[in-house]
C-alpha cells in the first residue's frame, strides 16, 4: 500500500505530480528542478 507525501514547505507540484511516495520498505522522492523554496524562484 502507498501514501502520497507532502508538505507545504516546497514548491509544489507543477502538473499531475506527487513530491513523494511511502512504498512501506521504500520512500521515493521526487525534484526535477532546482527552485529555492524562499522565493520559489528557479536557481542556478
Given at each position: ?5 507532502s508538505?507545504e ?24 528542478i ?11
Amino acid at each position: 500500500m502507498s501514501r502520497n507525501i507532502s508538505t507545504e514547505l516546497a514548491p509544489a507540484a507543477i502538473g499531475p505530480y506527487v513530491q513523494g511516495v511511502d512504498l512501506g520498505s521504500m520512500i521515493i522522492t521526487s525534484g526535477q528542478i532546482p527552485v529555492d523554496s524562499k522565493n520559489r524562484c528557479r536557481t542556478r
